[in-house]
């Protein structure tokens, strides 16, 4: 069975500082996706990472993919309030190389403190 | 562009009953997903539709649960004989294609068995 860990579960920290999500999964795949919930709210698609070295960026966030170590990490600099949600990881099982069907993290919820 | 729609937004029903959620699909994506989450199992994946093929019902969790999609557009996800641990939000999400990576959600409906 696929598990998809992700770590810390819950994380505070102030702004301007730097921290980094990481999600770890038991089986092969180079589809990784990180999205992100605001509470009461629907997912918001951040990044698609499609192969080993992937490396994407969008304004404070990065994120990477090493598909040997199953493992992606998002990396948050110098946070400002804004980012806090709660972020989740996903890696597609389906068989036939697109978008099939994504097995989630239990997310990360993030808190950005003044 | 208009994005993924869902109706309604809440449903409250009682234990035994049937529900129908609706799912409209971004105007021309031929891939249709239906994924859940509550606090207890947190986001499952149901059931995926690419175009005329077979769906993968993989993740529905019990025969109760069924889905189709009219005309390769709308989708109706129905549950029999509503159950308390039936209670989550339904997200339905859509993608170009399966070969276009992302998957873009709708707000979900929320389902309460009382």
């Known amino acids: 069975e696929l598990k998809v860990e992700q770590n810390p579960l819950f994380l505070s920290m102030q702004e301007g500082k730097n921290y980094t999500i990481y999600c770890n999964y038991s089986?092969?795949?180079?589809?990784l996706y990180w999205y992100r919930q605001d509470p009461g709210k629907s997912l918001e698609s951040l990044f698609v990472?499609?192969?080993?070295?992937a490396v994407k960026q969008e304004g404070r966030l990065m994120a990477s993919l090493d598909t040997k170590a199953r493992l992606s990490t998002l990396h948050i600099t110098a946070a400002v309030h804004d980012l806090s949600a709660t972020y989740f990881c996903?890696?597609?099982?389906?068989?036939?190389?697109?978008?099939?069907?994504?097995?989630f993290g239990k997310g990360t919820k993030l808190t950005v403190n003044p | 562009g208009a994005g993924v729609s869902q109706s309604p937004s809440n449903k409250v029903t009682e234990k035994g009953k049937d529900v129908e959620l609706r799912c409209d699909p971004i105007?021309?994506?031929?891939?249709l997903y239906w994924y859940r989450q509550s606090l207890g199992q947190g986001l499952e994946f149901l059931i995926y539709?690419?175009?005329?093929?077979?769906?993968?019902k993989s993740g529905l969790p019990s025969d109760r649960f069924s889905a189709e999609r009219t005309g390769g557009s709308v989708s109706t996800l129905t549950i029999q004989r509503t159950q308390q641990e039936d209670s989550a939000v339904y997200l339905c999400?859509?993608?170009?294609?399966?070969?276009?990576?992302?998957?873009?959600f709708g707000p979900g409906t929320r389902l309460t068995v009382t």
């Open positions: 105007s021309g994506h031929t891939a």
């Open positions: 089986t092969t795949s180079d589809r």
């Open positions: 999400a859509s993608s170009r294609d399966s070969f276009f990576y992302e998957q873009y």
């Open positions: 996903a890696v597609d099982i389906g068989t036939q190389g697109g978008s099939e069907k994504l097995v």
């Open positions: 990472l499609l192969s080993n070295g």
């Open positions: 539709f690419q175009g005329n093929s077979a769906p993968d």
